[in-house]
């Protein structure tokens, strides 16, 4: 989504839009007979109880993708707006998103490779649009950053990255059940901490995403963390882990209201530490998990269990600020440009300073300056 209108940013190498000459910078006017402006309007009279609005227009981005989805091999109808208002007309069969499975959960989607950028191909560019899949998306990351070992810098894209920081209910399993409130383990899909909730239906965790195990290896220095996570009786201190091969050039973040919270956690507490610089525009915020209760008129109570703070005691459910502001707009994706990756590539090209102040003011902050 782009100011109101559905937008082609990004069209998938190999693909059968590419190869029906789908360009980035199309406006999507209609698929398989919906009028997508029609639909638009539809879905953002009910946000869903949205109303910041970065939250506003994740929701509507969400609510669209879902009305705009079908099984593999069917054939839809499209009709692009190309610049200067010329309709194009497209019959294109829908497939899968490239999959990988990690461990005993669903595939992941897995649309973007790392590359390298910039001239001459010297920054290292990542995309991390998965936050789960400890055996897959930690390999492939922990790959490209050898790979881009000598690289002037890296780029790490969080846009996309929707992974919640989500309770669940941990299943009856010796693996699972021995591990007392208070533990940070692995599942080999992300990293759990147990947590005690007196819900009378436990033993409960938080998944906190594979934030922690990307930290560690673009943040070499010992003793620091994400932050900690809070229940009513535990506090975990989310220590990050060097890595021997931990990158050591200056790193930049690209996020936008399709950062999750997981990704949320990551940017703003490599933020905090001046490890990273941060691009884009302000996220969505992240509430906390929360459990309901049923109350005796048919409603029900949710409360919150858990509390993420960054190491500088901030939560996130005012979202997290870019250190650099930049929004998409149409006529840099017609031109073939990401403005907040050329940003980004620009300020690591400029040697990548973050200054002593630059700890990324909060919203709060910001608020008390007007």
Not at 204 to 224: N, R, T
Request: hydrophobic share 40%; with cysteine.
């Amino acid at each position: 989504m782009l100011d109101g209108h559905a937008m082609v940013t990004y069209v998938l190498p190999g693909s059968e839009a590419e190869r029906a000459g789908v360009l980035p910078g199309w406006e999507l006017a209609s698929a398989a007979g919906y009028d997508v402006a029609s639909l638009i309007a539809t879905l953002a009279a009910d946000p869903g109880g949205a109303k910041d609005p970065p939250a506003a227009a994740f929701q509507l981005e969400r609510s669209l993708s879902a009305y705009l989805s079908a099984d593999a091999g069917e054939l839809w109808r499209f009709e692009f707006l190309a610049e200067g208002g010329l309709r194009e007309i497209r019959y294109l069969t829908l497939a899968p998103l490239p999959t990988a499975t990690p461990g005993n959960i669903s595939p992941l989607d897995l649309w973007k490779a790392p590359r390298r950028i910039g001239p001459g191909g010297g920054i290292g560019y990542i995309p991390v649009n998965s936050g789960f899949g400890m055996t897959v998306v930690l390999d492939q990351f922990a790959q490209a950053v050898r790979t881009f070992a000598n690289c002037q810098g890296l780029v790490l894209d969080l846009r996309g990255n929707v992974v919640d920081l989500d309770l669940i209910q941990i299943p009856d399993a010796p693996i699972w059940r021995e591990n007392p409130p208070g533990t940070l383990y692995t599942n080999d899909a992300t990293f759990v901490y147990s947590i005690n909730v007196h819900s009378g239906s436990g033993p409960w965790g938080i998944e906190l995403g594979v934030g922690l195990g990307i930290a560690g290896w673009i943040s070499s220095q010992a003793g620091q963390s994400l932050g900690t996570v809070r229940t009513h009786s535990e506090t975990l201190k989310l220590a990050i882990n060097p890595r021997a091969e931990a990158f050591v050039g200056p790193v930049a973040l690209l996020i936008d209201e399709t950062s999750g919270p997981a990704a949320q956690m990551l940017a703003r507490g490599l933020q905090e530490l001046r490890r990273a610089r941060l691009f884009g525009t302000r996220t969505r915020g992240a509430t906390p998990p929360a459990l309901s209760l049923p109350l005796p008129n048919g409603g029900r109570f949710e409360y919150a269990v858990v509390r993420y703070l960054t190491s500088g005691g901030q939560s996130l459910e005012n979202g997290v600020l870019p250190d650099v502001e930049v929004s998409r707009t149409r006529s840099s994706i017609l031109s073939g440009h990401d403005a907040a990756l050329d940003a980004a590539v620009q300020w690591v090209q400029a040697g990548g300073k973050i200054s002593d102040r630059n700890t990324g003011p909060s919203i709060r902050s910001r608020k008390g300056k007007r």
